[in-house]
Structure formats: structure tokens, C-alpha cells
């Protein structure tokens, strides 16, 4: 069995895939190549988000290709609707990466609230802004996460053993999901944004949540917090870019009604590095690293190897997204 791994994997991972006769082949394919037919030679591959697989790449792999794999959570840069037409199984590794995703989403919350990257900055460039860096604390401050998926859950707890008061709206889960941990769960998106000055995004990229973080809903937020304390708003976004309007966000930047933005995710990548939302002081960003951590590699990689090789035989990974379609 031949595996193409396209976009890089953890050591551990092809090592587990080769002790199971399986000749791996790391390399990038570019898109050309793809489309004429590289896939042909291999049994399976495995990518990352460089990697954009359409139909007519996976079309021109077969007949001998069986799967496709995503080493990670999202699966946006596979047509998913086209496997399915074609037959192919596509699996990925959605909880490996979470505890990484989480401890980044906190980070970026500290980081808007104390001002640490704004003081980093300035501090560098030869200022004491002690004065000008008088930040909130996260204590009492009513959190909202859009999503209640593993990554949510996780962020709730956090959040919680900090004093947030916690609420969410997932249209998917049904209210006693968020009743047992301690979550307000809202029926309403719009009321979820007039009832938190904190918002964290823990959804996937559809047309129902492109933008759906806009001027219409920033404008909703209170800015005040329970006790009527004057804390802002902020928003972070370690999910997937395109669910924030970033133009509306640095707009909301521009007049106050945004107190911070944080993004580790951008509508399109990489970044531009001119756009005008790096230059704002209350803007801090992360290049898509919320899996970036040594443990969640180690992870995705094992995670991937083992639903790659069930497939291969014969078996149905249960990290398989597309399997309704198939059956």
C-alpha cells in the first residue's frame, strides 16, 4: 500500500504507517500534477491545509485510490460532496489538536484583556506605557461561545475556573448538553451578542456562519458587565477565518464599539500584510497555530494513521465525515 503525505506529519505517525507495510512518500504535489493524475499511484493521502483537493484530483486517483485524510480538524479544502460522488471514504482527526486550540483561545483572551502583546510592542519601541495599559480582568465577565463542540467545552471550563459566567449558542446540541456543565445556552445568536462583552468562536466555515460575527451583531454588544463595569468588547476567532467580517471588525476597531480582536484565522491566507487591521494598536493575530503544539502533531498524527489504515483494511474509521453519504 502506497501513502502520499503531502503536507508534512509527525515522525511517529509514519513510522506506524510503515510497520504496517505501508510505503509512505512525503512530498508536496503541486496542483498540476494532482489534477493530472498523481493520486493514481497511491492507495491513500494525507494532507494538511496547504493541500486543496477537488473533484477532478480525486477523479483522476482513482481507481486505486481509497481515502482521503485530513490530518487535523477542518476539512474545507476537500471537497467532501465529491468524495462522496466518487466513493472515497474522508476521515480526520477532530480531537486531537483540541487541548491546543483551547489553551490558545484562553491565551488570546488574556492577551486583548492585560494589553500583553500592545505593552510587548511598546515596550520594544523604547515606552513605559504603564498608564496606558490598565486592562480587565476576565473574573465575573460573561463569556459567549458561538459552538459548543469539544473545543467550546473546553474553553467553558477554563473560563469557569476563572469566574466567567458562560453561555453559548449551537443550534446542533440540545439545551441539557450546556445545562450539565453549567452553560446558558441561547436559542438566538443576536441575544448570545447583547448578553456578552466576550465572545469566542468555536464554529466551522458554512454559508450559515460566513460573516456571521458582522457590524450588526458587534454593534449588539454591551460593553458593560454585570456589576456595570465598564470592560469592552472582545472577540476571538481560533476557529476558521470568514466566520468574523474583518472589515466590519476594524471598523468596530476604528470606533470603540470593538475593544480588542483576536485571530489566530483569516479569510484568506496568508494574511496580507498590508491589510490595515495588523496596524491596529487593539488587534493581535497568531499565523493558524492553534494546533501547532508538539502534543497535538503527536496526536493528529497517530490519530490520522490509525483511521487511514482501517480503511485500508476494509474497516469504517469512525472519525469518517462522510459517512452518511456513503451508506
Known amino acids: 500500500m502506497r501513502v502520499a503525505v503531502t503536507d508534512g506529519m509527525a515522525k511517529e505517525a509514519v513510522k506506524k504507517l510503515e510497520n504496517a ?50 490530518a487535523g480538524v477542518g476539512v474545507d479544502n476537500i471537497d467532501v460532496d465529491a468524495a462522496s460522488r466518487l466513493g472515497l471514504p474522508v476521515v480526520n482527526a477532530p480531537r486531537a489538536s483540541t487541548q491546543s486550540v483551547v489553551e490558545l483561545t484562553i491565551g488570546h483572551l488574556l492577551g486583548s484583556l492585560r494589553f500583553i502583546p500592545r505593552a510587548d510592542r511598546s515596550l520594544r519601541s523604547g ?40 453561555h453559548s449558542y449551537d443550534p446542533y446540541l440540545p439545551l441539557s448538553v450546556a445545562k450539565k456543565v453549567g452553560v446558558t445556552m441561547h436559542k438566538n445568536v443576536d441575544n448570545l451578542f447583547k448578553t456578552c462583552t466576550h465572545i469566542t468562536v468555536h464554529c466551522n466555515l458554512t454559508d450559515e456562519t460566513h460573516h456571521l460575527i458582522n457590524h450588526k451583531r458587534i454593534s449588539m454588544m454591551p460593553g458593560v458587565d454585570p456589576f456595570n463595569l465598564k470592560c469592552g468588547n472582545h472577540i476571538v476567532n481560533c476557529a476558521r477565518g470568514g466566520i468574523v467580517d474583518e472589515d466590519a471588525a476594524l471598523a468596530a476597531l476604528n470606533s470603540g464599539q470593538l475593544t480588542s480582536l483576536a485571530l489566530d484565522v483569516f479569510e484568506h491566507e496568508p494574511v496580507d500584510p498590508a491589510s490595515p487591521l495588523l496596524e491596529h494598536m487593539n488587534f493581535h493575530g497568531t499565523p493558524h497555530i492553534g494546533a501547532a503544539t508538539i502534543e497535538a502533531q503527536h496526536r493528529v498524527g497517530l490519530d490520522i494513521a490509525e483511521a487511514v489504515l482501517t480503511v485500508l483494511h476494509g474497516g469504517i474509521a469512525d472519525t469518517t465525515v462522510n459517512r452518511d453519504a456513503l451508506s
Open 21 to 70: 507495510g505501508c510505503d509512505v512518500i512525503q512530498e508536496f504535489i503541486e496542483h498540476d500534477d494532482l489534477v493530472n493524475g498523481a493520486l493514481a499511484e497511491f492507495d491513500a493521502v494525507i494532507v494538511r491545509s496547504a493541500t486543496k483537493l477537488s473533484e477532478e484530483m480525486m477523479q483522476a486517483g482513482l481507481p486505486r485510490l481509497k481515502v482521503i485524510a485530513r
Open 127 to 166: 515606552q513605559w506605557a504603564k498608564k496606558e495599559l490598565k486592562g480587565t480582568e476576565l473574573f465575573g465577565k460573561r463569556l459567549g461561545l458561538i459552538g459548543f463542540g469539544r473545543i467550546a467545552q473546553g474553553v467553558a471550563k477554563v473560563a469557569q475556573a476563572f469566574g466567567m459566567e458562560v
